[in-house]
């Protein structure tokens, strides 16, 4: 009788114990699955705590000259959050020289790493302020943007980015987004 309760025992292990090992997640490997609805992003930001962001999300494109006489190819999201979870604002650029094509579908890299703000470059630049996270803003240090489809009013896409604020202190973000193009 002993030998039975041993069996089931073991059997029970070898059910129960995988479950627990593939159902215990890594923050930092946190994801969203669902598309968010249009005008809208949904992110995993951790960094610390792990919290979900959500808000929405409008994009604006421009052809602007640097004050060397180069100009660029910019496309601007910016976000806003709902009133749910961390507040905060966030606005990310593409850059790209006019000699090139222009911004289109694909993926785009944080070219350098930047503790301030600035203009006309080619790759990838955001910058975040966190009010629940201090004084000090988060911008990019290493990551990517993803354009899955670009039209006139609308960019479907992804973003997996790492950000830094000036004391050293990082978040990573990862999620999507449905942009529209904003409004006059």
Same mark, same amino acid.
């Given at each position: 009788m002993p030998h039975f309760f041993i069996k089931i025992l073991k059997t029970g292990l070898w059910v129960i114990v +995988? *479950? *627990?090992?593939?159902s215990q997640g890594n923050p930092d490997q946190a994801s969203i699955t669902e598309m968010p609805s249009q005008g809208h992003y949904a992110f995993v930001v951790t960094g610390g705590a792990s919290e979900n962001l959500n808000g929405i999300i409008n994009f604006e494109t421009s052809r602007e000259t640097s004050a060397r006489g180069s100009e660029y190819y910019v496309l601007r999201f910016n976000?806003? #959050?709902?009133?749910?979870?961390?507040p905060h604002n966030m606005e990310f650029s593409i850059s790209k020289p006019c000699k090139k094509n222009r911004i289109s579908a694909g993926t785009y890299e944080? &070219?350098? +790493?930047?503790?301030?703000?600035? =203009?006309?470059?080619?790759?990838v630049f955001g910058a975040a302020d966190f009010k629940q996270m201090g004084d000090q803003p988060? @911008?990019? /240090?290493?990551?990517? !943007? #993803?354009? %899955? #489809?670009? /039209?006139?009013?609308? !960019?479907?896409? #992804?973003?997996?980015? &790492?950000?830094? =604020?000036?004391n050293g202190k990082k978040? %990573?973000?990862?999620?999507? @987004? /449905?942009?529209?193009?904003?409004? +006059?």
């Open positions: +995988p *479950f *627990f090992l593939i976000l806003k #959050s709902k009133m749910e979870g961390l944080v &070219t350098r +790493p930047v503790n301030g703000f600035l =203009n006309y470059f080619e790759g988060f @911008f990019t /240090d290493k990551g990517t !943007i #993803s354009i %899955r #489809s670009l /039209d006139g009013d609308a !960019i479907i896409g #992804s973003m997996s980015v &790492t950000l830094q =604020n000036p978040i %990573r973000m990862k999620g999507k @987004f /449905d942009a529209i193009r904003q409004g +006059p």
